[in-house]
């Protein structure tokens, strides 16, 4: 006997296209949605000629865009601080977004995410980080709420050990010498790269935190900072080749998509983040842990 359904219905050529343009749709939306939590831990050498000898060897182990919120859980941050756990290394830094801020009433009713109410959750996260020195510095997203939750998400960071720098610089000393880390607000609110560097001699080697890639817009003319730490791009997050970088709010996107940017002097180096936005998503451009060592060249 042979089964005959009751409706033959020919498949035609532009029904195929149709369904299998539905289909594809489908597999890229999961495999975005699996590739989100695809966490890639980059090792990244650095030579500079100037870098005092003490730190000949020093490692950071750089972090950005936690984006604690709906879609970006406890679970997958337990992973991350795990992973930066196993690293051997002599400081962690936090370049923003540790949050997600709410931007404005629409994206409050319609996103699920609630910028304050998820400071527990990222500070219980953060506490188990096991490293010496832990610095932040305040993205776009954490400033994004108002004074209170800003105030707030520092008040708890400094209260597990992590140095938040607004404004400001720190030392740190090994023997005779020295490095300093200096630290920004983000660009879109209390930012000031002039204060975060008053006092540093001349000289010195210095690491800048910053947000926002758009620092540089700053110390490309004079300052001599030798190496500046960013996030915010999430490296495009879906990253569409020739399109995604039209959509990252920065000053100059193409050069400061993600990755390492040899500068005239020193490097910039932008970080894909941890967390995603607005979509949990990510095409190419996975999530990232960065173990930097410097070296005395
Ligand atoms: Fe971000």
Not at 14 to 27: A, C, I, M, P, T
Request: proline content about 4%; charged content about 25%; hydrophobic content about 40%.
């Amino acid at each position: 006997m042979v089964f005959r359904p009751a409706v033959t219905q020919k498949l035609t050529r532009r029904g195929f296209f149709k369904y299998g343009l539905r289909l594809s749709v489908l597999g890229l939306l999961g495999f975005g949605f699996s590739g989100r939590n695809n966490i890639e831990t980059k090792q990244l050498n650095l030579r500079f000629a100037n870098l005092p000898e003490a730190f000949d060897g020093f490692r950071i182990v750089q972090i950005s865009d936690l984006h604690a919120s709906f879609w970006v859980g406890k679970r997958y941050l337990d992973r991350v601080i795990a992973r930066v756990n196993t690293l051997n290394k002599d400081l962690v830094v936090i370049t923003g977004d540790i949050i997600t801020g709410s931007v404005n009433d629409f994206w409050k009713r319609w996103l699920p995410s609630a910028g304050g109410g998820y400071i527990p959750v990222v500070t219980d996260v953060l506490t188990r980080l096991n490293a010496g020195p832990r610095f932040a510095v305040l993205g776009n997203h954490d400033q994004w709420d108002g004074k209170e939750t800003e105030t707030q998400l520092v008040g708890e960071l400094e209260r597990i050990g992590i140095d938040v720098l607004r404004n400001r610089s720190k030392t740190i000393n090994r023997g005779k010498d020295r490095i300093t880390i200096a630290g920004t607000d983000d660009v879109w609110f209390t930012y000031d790269i002039d204060r975060a560097l008053k006092g540093v001699p001349t000289g010195n080697f210095t690491i800048v935190l910053c947000h926002s890639p758009d620092v540089r817009e700053d110390l490309d003319t004079g300052s001599k900072v030798e190496l500046v730490l960013c996030g915010h791009t999430h490296g495009g997050q879906v990253a569409v080749p020739f399109l995604s970088h039209h959509f990252i709010p920065i000053k100059r996107p193409k050069r400061y998509l993600a990755g390492l940017v040899k500068e005239r002097y020193g490097y910039t180096y932008v970080n894909r983040g941890i967390g995603t936005l607005v979509f949990p998503l990510r095409i190419g451009a996975p999530p990232e842990i960065t173990s930097i060592k410097l070296i005395r060249a």
